[in-house]
């Protein structure tokens, strides 16, 4: 049963246009979300995180919005760049398990 | 060490044979975390250890994955009778310890089960 769910697989945006990858969960248990960042044989890396307690974080380029009630999550890259092209996971976290979305692959086009 | 390291970095063996995945977590990191990728999914988490012992092994599909950490640093995932269905690249994680909110992956160990 997968409990943290990226529904789209791909996603195409222009360089300098924003883009927005979603994630959903279905465990209220999960007290701390991440997102990854994943390039071809590599292993992910961290990029950033929110707690449950806050509905925004914000890192330069990135920001991510978590929405409680609505079990949702959600990253903002903006302006895209070509060099975001990759996958990207998110992760939520009760405890010490991580739980990680299928990803969605973003190609940021020049 | 500077990054999570994992050895070999790719592995092609035959069906029914014996594998052993490496993992160097970063230097002083207690927590360390396995996970399993494939084709076209997310990590999937296998097992975590706190220093020497194995503090959550539920996600181990089956008595033929084992792994061990004996010195609480290197870690070795172990897996026996191999099948195609373990073909996955095989990730390592470490982190500072239990209650760091973040893991440092290594870039992973791709198993070929022909």
């Known amino acids: 049963d997968q409990q943290v769910k990226q529904n789209s697989p791909s996603l195409s945006v222009q360089e300098g246009r924003i883009s927005i990858l979603n994630c959903d969960y279905t465990?209220?248990?999960?007290?701390?979300f991440l997102w990854y960042k994943k390039y071809p044989a590599e292993g992910p890396t961290f990029l950033i995180s929110?707690?449950?307690?806050?509905d925004k974080n914000e890192d330069g380029r990135f920001t991510v919005f978590l929405n409680k009630s609505a079990k949702h999550l959600s990253l903002h890259i903006v302006p895209s760049q070509p060099g975001d092209s990759a996958v990207y996971f998110c992760?939520?976290?009760?405890?010490?398990?991580?739980?990680f979305g299928t990803g969605t692959s973003l190609t940021v086009i020049p | 060490g500077a990054g999570v390291s994992q050895t070999p970095s790719n592995k092609v063996t035959e069906k029914g044979k014996y594998v052993e995945l490496r993992c160097d977590p970063i230097?002083?990191?207690?927590?360390l975390y396995w996970y399993r990728q494939s084709l076209g999914q997310g990590p999937e988490f296998l097992i975590y250890?706190?220093?020497?012992?194995?503090?959550?092994d539920s996600g181990l599909p089956n008595d033929r994955f084992f792994a061990v950490r004996p010195e609480g640093s290197v870690s070795t995932l172990k897996i026996q009778r191999t099948e195609r269905g373990d073909s996955a690249v095989y990730l390592c994680?470490?982190?500072?310890?239990?209650?760091?909110?973040?893991?440092?992956f290594g870039a992973g160990s791709r198993l070929t089960v022909l």
């Open positions: 929110i707690s449950s307690i806050k």
């Open positions: 230097s002083g990191h207690t927590a």
């Open positions: 250890f706190q220093g020497t012992g194995a503090a959550d």
């Open positions: 465990n209220s248990m999960f007290d701390y």
């Open positions: 994680a470490s982190s500072r310890d239990r209650g760091a909110n973040v893991l440092t």
């Open positions: 992760a939520a976290r009760p405890g010490n398990q991580f739980y």
